[in-house]
């Protein structure tokens, strides 16, 4: 099955710098790599995903790029906020959804 | 709309005892996941009803632990003869369909096996 490894596994930062969270999978056949936020306490939310046909995407601060020979994606955030201060999960997806695996997570605080 | 819905938000149980967690899905997603959070950790995948599909349950831990989703929509996680490692808390989210589509997270059920 999938394996999808996450790093680092807490990162803080000083507010208005870049926050950089890579993941790693193992299985050729996912085709999908979400991000999920999760704030203390709350349930985790979608923040942007990307499908294996496109190399980035961007939304705002946002950004997701994407490397398939190399079977790993990486989420940076630019001008963190106190806000942004949360754990954030990757994950991949086979085609049919049967296997959805999320990464361990990734701890980042934002110092203001 | 509503969203994804789990009852009991919190439920303390004997070890050894059994216990039923319900997941209501968003009207008209097809696709149902249950995941296990431990204090501090990822999301561990547990199962995955597809509408009428076959359940992938290649997640389930134990025999211990079954699911069952009726009628394409409410899905209940049975945990038997729970024990103190069951500890943790269980979310249930729904998508559109498998794939590459965006889940939708429930609130979960916190468990705490004595």
């Known amino acids: 099955g999938e394996n999808v490894e996450q790093h680092p596994s807490t990162l803080s930062v000083q507010e208005g710098d870049s926050a950089v969270i890579k993941c790693t999978y193992s299985d050729s056949a996912s085709n999908y790599f979400p991000w999920y936020k999760q704030e203390l306490g709350k349930r985790p939310q979608l923040i942007i995903d990307i499908r294996s046909n496109v190399g980035e995407k961007k939304d705002q601060r946002i950004a997701v790029t994407l490397n398939k020979t190399a079977k790993h994606f990486s989420l940076h955030i630019t001008e963190t906020q106190p806000e942004d201060s949360a754990v954030y999960f990757c994950a991949a997806s086979t085609p049919t959804g049967n296997q959805f695996y999320f990464g361990t997570g990734t701890s980042l605080t934002v110092i203001p | 709309g509503a969203g994804v819905s789990q009852s009991p938000s919190n439920k303390v149980t004997e070890k050894g005892k059994d216990v039923e967690l319900r997941c209501d899905p968003i009207?008209?997603?097809?696709?149902l996941y249950w995941y296990r959070q431990s204090l501090g950790q990822g999301l561990e995948f547990l199962i995955y009803?597809?509408?009428?599909?076959?359940?992938?349950k290649s997640g389930l831990p134990s025999d211990r632990f079954s699911a069952e989703r009726t009628g394409g929509s409410v899905s209940t996680l049975t945990i038997q003869r729970t024990q103190q490692e069951d500890s943790a808390v269980y979310l249930c989210?729904?998508?559109?369909?498998?794939?590459?589509?965006?889940?939708?997270f429930g609130p979960g059920t916190r468990l705490t096996v004595t």
């Open positions: 009207s008209g997603h097809t696709a």
């Open positions: 989210a729904s998508s559109f369909t498998g794939g590459a589509y965006e889940q939708y």
């Open positions: 009803f597809q509408g009428n599909s076959a359940p992938d």
